[in-house]
């Protein structure tokens, strides 16, 4: 049977986890849901969370996808397990593929409100490294920033020190970026840290899962077209979505509005 991979998030973030899959794998069936009615998830209450994660991977389910990606932390860290009650099919999450990724001894992790709040992240790299020092800081103002789509404006580059200061003052050495909206500000991130300081991004961890089910890298062609095998669907906005989401996939994709209420 062909795999079907079913990815969702809030909005463009978990495109940063769509763009490591098929840069690792090529030429993938994917459907991608980014639930942009409903954005920003990080200050939602963990009932809400919840409930938002069971009606979207019920979603993904009735599209005939064959594993869930949960390209999202924040439901990665409160809606786990409804989510695999839901699925009826595999599911891959990102903090624990994260979590495998961390070397350093002092580890800073950036994340949402909600994911901070759940302590998922440190309970996860605790137990795979014990004394570990984690610090986790909450980013409350990233993903409306980059939901409006000006990744270079001031205010953003404002709130990235303000965010990274406790951070750096702790003297990380490395930082997971434990929200999939954050790979897309490590730019502007590497201008501000010190060189030795590593970025950890979490997709990169799931697509090295993905090779149990698609085989090595090596085995698929990348191709300019691996994208005209992924359905990108949003709840909102499908326009502002495409503008938001070309300059990540370097190009237009076509994108759909779905409801999400069978
Ligand atoms: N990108 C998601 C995450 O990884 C959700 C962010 C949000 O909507 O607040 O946590």
């Known amino acids: 049977m062909t795999s079907v991979l079913g990815l969702f998030d809030s909005g463009v973030g978990g495109l ?151 951070l750096m003052a702790n003297s990380v050495q490395s930082i997971v970026l434990g929200c999939s909206h954050y790979p897309l500000l490590a730019p502007l991130m590497r201008q501000i840290l010190p060189e030795d300081v590593r970025l950890i991004d979490p997709a990169l961890g799931v697509t090295h899962q993905l090779d149990a089910l698609l085989g090595p890298p090596s085995a698929r062609k990348q191709s300019a077209d691996c994208l005209k095998l992924c359905r990108l669907c949003v709840t909102a906005d499908p326009e502002g979505f495409c503008d938001r989401a070309a300059p990540w996939l370097g190009e237009r994709p076509r994108v759909e509005l779905v409801q999400l209420q069978s």
Request: charged letters at 20%; proline letters at 5%; glycine letters at 8%.
């Open 16 to 166: 940063t986890v769509l763009r490591r899959i098929l840069e690792r794998h090529g030429a993938v069936r994917c459907i991608y849901l980014g639930d942009t009615a409903r954005v920003p998830y990080g200050c939602r209450s963990p009932e809400e969370i919840r409930s938002i994660a069971v009606e979207v991977v019920r979603w993904l389910r009735q599209q005939g996808v064959t594993t869930v990606v949960m390209a999202c932390n924040t439901t990665n860290a409160l809606a786990r397990d409804v989510a695999e009650g839901q699925a009826g099919v595999p599911v891959i999450g990102l903090i624990g593929a994260a979590s495998a990724m961390v070397r350093e001894r002092r580890v800073g992790v950036l994340a949402t409100a909600a994911t901070v709040a759940s302590g998922a992240y440190r309970t996860s790299i605790e137990a795979l490294h014990p004394g570990t020092q984690v610090l986790e800081q909450a980013c409350p103002d990233f993903v409306p920033l980059i939901e409006r789509g000006d990744l270079h404006c001031d205010q953003l580059r404002r709130a990235v020190e303000t965010y990274l200061e406790p």
